[in-house]
Each structure stands twice: as C-alpha cells, then as structure tokens.
C-alpha cells in the first residue's frame, strides 16, 4: 500500500516543498533549458511559508483538506499537465515558459484564500472563508504576480484560479486568449 505523502508514482514527496519543487524545476527546465527557474523556487518557498505561518501576514493553515500538501499535489499536477501538452502539441499554440511558470503559480496560490491573516478576529478558523475563499486568494495571486515579474497575467489570474472553484461553471469564465483558457482547465482538471 503506497504512502499516503507521495504522488501517485510514489516517487516525489507531496508533503516537502523542495521535493515538489524539485520536481516541478526538472519539468520545467527540461522544456526551457534557456530559462531559470529562480521564480518557481522563490514561490514554493514563499507559499510553504504562508501555510506554515511563517509568514508574518499569515496565520499557519488550519483547513484539514485545503493544506499545503493538497496544493503541493495540485502544482504537481499541474506541471505535468502542462508538460504534457506542451510536448505532444501538433501544431497548437506553444505554452511558453512564462505561462508555464505562471500555471505553476496558480496552483500554488489557488487555495490561499483558506489562509487566515494575522489578527483575524472574525473567522476562529479558515474553513469559515469557504465561500469566498477562491475571490480572497484571487486578489492576493494577482499582488503576487505582479510582484513577481508577470503583471501580464495578475488579471487573467483571478480567472484562472475560478477554474478550481464551483461558483462559476467553466464554460462562463471568461479570458481573451484559448491558450490561457487551456492553462486554466488544467488548473481546474
């Protein structure tokens, strides 16, 4: 019987970070060898410290399903799925090394409206935010891309972490571009 902290090949570690992180790096720089994966490394370290409460706007997680190894699967997930298509695309738009990195973020980042801030006296735990959990970590994903180089998608981020939601049907959220659409779906897979 496989361990319930390792990916469905057993072979990665979906409760460690560097593991995941790890991981997804290889992916990602097996199809961007020119590209580095400095912001990819920068926002697992970055999202592992706003679950753990090492974050000083952030208390720790405290949501059973929505923790940081649910998010470590998702973004694992997700890398693969984007890996996946980019290497058996047959004359479809490339997914660029940008958009990949950006779909690593969104997954990161997709449940971290779950995430109490520091001094939150109206909510004694993070499953209170379930309603609003997906427009919460929506607004703090776009700060974050902006923040971290990719302003061209802080927008199109709070469509693309709706794919994860219920409270839109995927058919009525709305982006301009069909690769970004894609990139979305696979987010929601």
Sequence with gaps: MQSNDR????????????????????LFLGLYPEASSRTLERAFAD?????????????ACDTGFHDLQHVLDVTLAQARLMDGYERARRGAEPLT???FAVGVICALFHDVGYVRRRGDRRHRNGA???ATHVSRGAA???DYLREAGF???????????HFTGRARPAEAIRLDHALLRRVGQMLGT
């Excluded at 990665?12 to 790096?25: F, G, L, Y």
């Excluded at 999202?47 to 753990?52: D, G, K, L, M, P």
């Design 128 to 130: 209170e935010y379930m």
């Design 151 to 161: 302003a061209r998608y802080a927008n199109a981020s709070a469509a693309l972490v």
């Design 97 to 99: 090394a940008p958009l």
């Design 140 to 142: 703090l994903l776009h």
């Design 7 to 26: 990916d469905v090949s057993g072979s990665i570690r979906t409760t460690d970070p560097a593991a995941v992180c790890a991981e997804v790096s290889r």
């Design 47 to 59: 999202v592992a410290r706003i679950y753990q409460g090492k974050h000083p706007r952030f208390e």
